[in-house]
């Protein structure tokens, strides 16, 4: 009762000062975003030339930047855009909501040497933000884009083995490692036994790590922390892009449901292992006298659904599943016996968030989410014998099934509190249930014969 108490104690002191503050200040606030796709853009840089003053977007694009009563010059600028100038009288609160477009090809490069910003002042020491177009350039393995390939490239952190996706940040372990697709926890996020990461690089926005100090809000790790964020969908217009690759295939497509209020993008892939060596290993069963089948796929789709109810309303719903999946069959006749083998390893997960953004005033920004997650391990191993012995059908069947696995529901709300340029403030609560299945044998043993019948 004591905590509820002071959490409602402290929101109204930050409204009473916001109040307080605005008597003598104004207050301009709102959404940074891509002129032609409607994208969010996080860490926006938004200054003011007089008053040397500013403001970055938060992590759904929003910013609040409070400054004396003035005229202002604000230059709004990220990387890979056009810096946006503008000139306002601030006599009163002012919602702006900034578009910026893609910054254009100059005919003459001038290298100039950045001043360095020094550790002491920076909020987040260990933070790290890799732009996903920047990870579309670095070689790929086998022709498939990697985020956990490009991650491994940063200072502090190292990969298990060479072509492995596991990341070793400074010195943890990979299980060690926070990894969140939208805020939702992904378990195991790696294919075909390590060598590629579940996520697919058409489908993500932004890239960020996190190897020191972590926040609060993430309930406290051992190494790192992880979050890749999808893409919203285009706003504006349709279009769809695709990739065909020595190991898989991918597709995406985006637009909008309904033009500058609904969006959608889904962006799937697979690959084709099994299909192209399918009939290699079934003439290679049929030359042994036998008849089977073995092979190994993965697969996996994203989709995520934005609506914008009003200015200070937003809807989002993301889903994503993978699987990986490896099979082997085989069946042996002599005669009228028969012989079958069969056994089957997979794993994957699937993750799926609800959230809504809303924005409380001009200065008090908030996000709740509810998510769940799964991830799922199972194998199986089964023989079966069938013979004939003096006329009679006999038949002999041995199985051995395991499974384990995690499932995770999550609530949480995450305030962003801007009461002036200097201070930025997070609060907020989450709750999770966590399911776990440390593992779980199912044995199937069966004999049929006719005197005698029994199962265990």
Partial sequence: MKQVVCFYLLFCSLFFYSNLSAQQKFTISGYVEDQESGEKLLAVNLFDVKSKSGAVTNTYGFYSLTLPKDSVVLAVSYVGYQTKYMRIYLDKDIKLNIALSAAVELETVEVVAAELETIEQRTEMSTMEVPVE???KIPALLGEVDVFKALQLLPGVQSGGEGQSGLYVRGGSPDQNLILLDGVPVYNASHLFGFFSVFNADAIKDVKLTKGGFPARYGGRLSSVIEIGMKEGDMNEWHSTGTVGIVASKFTFEGPIKKGKTSMIFSGRRTYIDLLTRP???AAFRSEGSDGNAGYFFHDFNTKINHKFS????????????????FFREEDKEDQDIYKSDFGLGWGNITSALRWNHVWNNKL??????????????TRAAEEDIFVEGGERERDKVGIDYSSGINDWAGRIDFDYFPNPNHYIRFGANIIHHTFNPGAFDLEIRSESPGDNFVL
């Fill in 365 to 378: 920004f908030s996000n709740t989410t509810v998510t769940y997650s799964r991830y799922q391990f199972d």
């Fill in 311 to 326: 200015d200070k309303d937003r809807l989002y719903f993301s889903v994503y599943t993978g699987r990986d999946k490896f």
């Fill in 134 to 136: 920047q990870i579309k």
């Fill in 280 to 282: 290699l290993i079934r």
